[in-house]
């Protein structure tokens, strides 16, 4: 009897193992979303506030996003992902900062279980990016347009980004002063004046000049140490150092210069003793170690050009103004205050006092995200209601959107829809409210067309939240939504870490 014929040909089918590749995504979505989570209680009026503490021993009180995320150590690689995409959100909006990597972490959840299910990584990461353009039409048909000379809606907006901050007590003196300060011009310095040999205090008419050389006698460009044992050697040295300082106040004078702001210098000093006892003689007012930062906007503001050499110091260079004068502060500390400039460049200056360093940073944050806020509204003139209310919206609108969708394609538009909803989820949660049954209602609300429903922490119930105030710049929602998807699409490529020493 003849043996069986055996087939020749190889096996065609082949076993490939993607364990790995699963295995990094989902310890990169769970990095990502432990950093989420880390800032999600800040969230809101009600939020809790975080408290820093460097390896310096500085200690930072803030609930802002951006500030907290940036003072983290953070080594996992996709987790970094959401301190770039906060500090980005920051650049863009200057607000929404902790909001938008609230919406990363809940649609990195939601990718989660869609990748759990089977459903390939790239068909995820094309679903998200067609829901976060929906996402921004929907949104862009909910907002109202907004005119800057409506002050009051500007107060507003500025308003409830100050209302979620640790000085959110003072929100009706700061938000004012952030409208004002975007609409209108000023400067103030948290300099003194110099007071060595007795010089000016106050000046009228002022002839501002910033220079950025050293009235100061040269030194040579290496260390060294020069000896001089005659006396009549070491009196010429002295007097030829007076005769290099007396030629340049005198050309200063000669511009009619009487205020002189004078950059901080590294190399040497940038003024003497000497030199500010012949400047007091010469009836000019001395503001020295300015920063080097400082300049740009100093000059912008005077309406004048920063001056590197002592040969360039002429009269056109110069800034004008009605008065220059030292001012005392209720603590005992002085600023410098200049009115009156001619010619003033689009600037302002905002001085912010407080009990200790902590409150007067914090402050400070504050009014940056107040300030971004009107910035925003200057740049896209539409406003869109807060508390929640956008987000339920969202997920109503793109949860009925899924429906018409075909295939994994409305599968993934619908858990996405939910996935927003941590927003109002997370306002009830931190406000110490049933979040369940606050979200159920909010639902309700939006099915029956108040798009403008939301939830109102303060009076723990559910308003409308445009007749409450509680608004934002549209600008500040879109861009949360299309940079957490943005960033959300980026993590879910990634399939594998390659270390490089």
Known sequence: MAAPAVSKGKSTETFVDNKRKDDIRMANIAAAQSVANAVRTSLGPKGMDKMISTSSGEVIITNDGATILNKMEVLQPAAKFLVELSKSQDVVA???????????????????????????????????????????????????????SDRDSLVKSASTSLNSKVVSQYSTLLAPLAVDAVLSVGLVFDKKVSHAAGGPTRVENAKIGVIQFQISPPKTDIEQSIVVSDYSQMDRILKE??????????????????????????LRDAVTD????????????????????????????????????????????????????EVPLGDGGKIVKITGIKDMGRTTSVLVRGSNH?????????????????????????LIAGGGAPEIELSRQLGAWAKVLQGMEGYCVKAFAEALEVIPYTLAENAGLNPIAIVTELRNRHAQGEINAGINVRKGQITNILEENVVQPLLVSTSAISLATECVRMILKIDDIVTVR
């Open 241 to 266: 150092e007076r005769n290099y300082i007396l030629s340049m106040i005198k050309k200063i004078k000669a511009t009619g210069c009487n205020v002189l702001l004078i950059q901080k210098s590294i």
């Open 94 to 148: 200057g607000d929404g900062t902790t909001t938008v990597v609230v919406i990363a972490g809940s649609l990195l959840k939601a990718s989660l279980g869609l990748l759990t299910s089977g459903i390939h990584p790239t068909i995820v990461s094309d679903s998200l990016h067609k829901t976060s353009i929906k996402a921004v039409e929907i949104l862009s048909a909910m907002a109202v347009p907004v005119e800057l």
């Open 274 to 325: 000497l030199s500010l006892h012949y400047l007091a003689k010469a009836k000019i007012l001395v503001i020295k170690d300015v920063e080097r930062d400082e300049i740009e906007f100093i000059t912008k503001t005077l309406n004048c050009l920063p001056i590197s050499n002592i040969e360039h110091f002429r009269a056109e260079k110069l800034g004008y103004a009605d008065l220059v004068e």
């Open 358 to 382: 902590l409150v007067i940073d914090e402050a400070e944050r504050s009014l940056h995200d107040a300030l971004c806020v009107v910035r925003c509204l200057v740049n896209k003139k539409f």
